[in-house]
């Protein structure tokens, strides 16, 4: 049996979260192990937990928060997954300073790159 990835979901909406949830949930190799509402909670998370992604929402800038590139730093293993509310853009940022846009992935493209290795990252 194949090992799921566990990813912490970090959104202020619980309506969000949970919808989320039941997707990724739904798939044969994700679990949704933890769902933080803000960064404070989810750097408690992240010590407590082996989880490989943490998929949030994309801030209406349209950019990665500062404080994920440190994240990145202390936990080189961490990818984290931003989506825009109306999900048209997507960013993905890990292993210290890379970050892809992705925009026009449909939901099975999404869960897919959530499903793979580091290694088969899309470069960027």
């Known amino acids: 049996m194949v090992a799921k990835k566990q990813?912490?979901?970090?959104?202020?909406?619980?309506l969000m979260r949970e919808m989320l949830s039941r997707v990724l949930n739904k798939s044969k190799g994700l679990q949704?192990?933890?769902?933080?509402?803000?960064?404070q909670e989810l750097e408690q998370a992240i010590q407590d937990t082996a989880a490989e992604?943490?998929?949030?929402?994309?801030?209406?800038?349209?950019?990665?928060?500062?404080?994920i590139i440190e994240l990145n730093h202390l936990h080189?293993?961490?990818?984290f997954l931003a989506i825009s509310?109306?999900?048209?853009?997507?960013?993905?940022s890990w292993l210290?300073?890379?970050?892809?846009?992705?925009?026009?992935v449909s939901l099975g493209e999404l869960l897919q790159l959530l499903e793979s290795e580091p290694q088969q990252q899309p470069t960027g």
Do not use: C, F, Y
């Open 76 to 79: 080189p293993n961490l990818r």
């Open 32 to 39: 949704v192990i933890r769902q933080v509402e803000n960064e």
């Open 85 to 92: 509310i109306d999900g048209s853009h997507i960013k993905m």
């Open 53 to 67: 992604w943490v998929l949030m929402t994309l801030p209406a800038d349209g950019n990665v928060p500062n404080w």
């Open 7 to 14: 990813v912490i979901l970090l959104n202020d909406s619980r």
């Open 96 to 104: 210290e300073s890379k970050q892809r846009d992705l925009d026009g």
